[in-house]
């Protein structure tokens, strides 16, 4: 009886903990502002900007909470979550069944695709074409699971994980290697801003991926509010105004 007690106790602890800030009216968000353009720090004002943040910021609108957000490390985005220290996360994460062990997703709210980023010059088409090179991946990336399966595979000779997107972008640059493989919109975004570098994409290279917000799995109610809001948003055409902003020019 004691026993049950205390595991009553110690769940009903874990729970309020899960729901503790959005419940009091703030919504504690992570991201990782290297992702333009869904997450990027505005040079002269420091600001977070992108898709994902203008669409975080909807969602807490509709839903009357103060949105938070904090600029964490990729690689530590989850655990944050697990820990308690954030109610999600939205960082371009691709809904996968292993993070979804982990994780609950929303829906998903933006479909993406992986390229590949090499040197002008150089006679890569895709992913068939990677025998005896190297490829330049964020660590713990759906572009570094596509490159693990690749060298695997015996079809990619090893795999440069970088914690940023800008360095896995500038190893190829530097040469410490041939290819980065990322995110479509992403690569776009990177090489639209860097018109100088001698680099270029080859364009989608593997099925369609889709991005989701990630909340704790023990935050059902947080959970089902973000569908509600991402619902109200699209229904409202507000989430297509936000397309437009940042994807209607291409
Ligand atoms: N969509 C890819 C993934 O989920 C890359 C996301 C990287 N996001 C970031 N903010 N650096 O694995």
Redesign the pocket.
Known sequence: MKKLSVLFLAASLVLSLGSLAWGQGVLKVA??A??MP??YVDAATGELMGFDMDLIRAIGQVLGLEVQIDNIA?DGLIPALLNGNYDALI????ITPERQAAVDFSEPYFE?VLTVVVKDGAEVAGLDDLAGKIAAV?IN???DFAASDLQDAGELKGVSRYDT?SDAMQAVLIGAADVVII?LPVAKAYLDANPQAPLHHVGPVADN?F?GIAVNKNNKALLEQINAALQQLKDSGTYEEIFQKWFGAN
């Not at 960082?91 to 691709?94: K, L, Q, R, Y």
């Open positions: 991201t990782e290297g992702f869904f997450e990729w960082a371009g994460i691709t993406s964020q990336t759906t572009g997107v995110d991926e991005y």
